[in-house]
């Protein structure tokens, strides 16, 4: 119950304090194509946004405990993440064989290698993770990881599922 009355605190101080929309910056995926952050959507669901280097442990930890209970998380829900590597110019070849190793099952990396984005949302440290609303609007932002954190997570979802 204590858990539950948090995570609603946080949704409810979250939307308050970050009702924007994604800012337009142009980053390349792992595969080198081209994608405006300001057009990131998941069809009128939720979308988690995670921000993440290959040299944090507590990303990669994070990471890896929402793979394992992504599956039933997307059909639950229909979320999807989207994975955003911070990693400088010269470590950027690092993400896919990361991604790859850890067999994490996410539709869409993307690469930050001059923080634009990262810059642009104020985000000072990672991992640092926004849920985006099915109308695009940031209703949710943590950063920090402790294990078990990603039921936070799912919580939001599945309140903005309900809505």
């Known amino acids: 119950m204590k858990k539950l009355f948090f995570a609603l605190f946080l949704m409810v101080a979250g939307t308050l304090a970050a009702s924007a929309q994604l800012p337009a910056v142009t980053l390349k995926t792992i595969d080198g194509k081209t994608v405006k952050t300001d057009t990131l959507h998941?069809?009128?669901?939720?979308?988690?946004?995670?921000?993440?280097a290959t040299w944090c442990k507590p990303c990669n930890r994070e990471l890896s405990a929402i793979a394992e209970v992504y599956e039933e998380w997307q059909e639950e829900t229909g979320v999807k993440l989207v994975a955003i590597s911070i990693d400088q110019a010269q470590n950027v070849h690092k993400v896919a064989p990361l991604v790859s190793e850890n067999e994490w099952p996410f539709e869409t990396i993307?690469?930050?290698?001059?923080?634009?984005?990262?810059?642009?949302?104020?985000?000072?440290?990672i991992p640092?993770?926004?849920?985006?609303?099915?109308?695009?609007?940031?209703?949710?932002?943590h950063n920090g990881y402790t294990d078990g954190a990603e039921e936070e997570l799912i919580e939001v979802v599945r309140e903005l599922v309900k809505k």
């Open 110 to 125: 993307l690469l930050d290698p001059n923080g634009e984005l990262k810059r642009a949302l104020g985000i000072q440290m």
């Open 42 to 52: 998941n069809d009128g669901k939720p979308l988690i946004i995670d921000f993440f």
């Open 128 to 141: 640092y993770t926004l849920i985006v609303d099915g109308q695009g609007k940031i209703v949710y932002k």
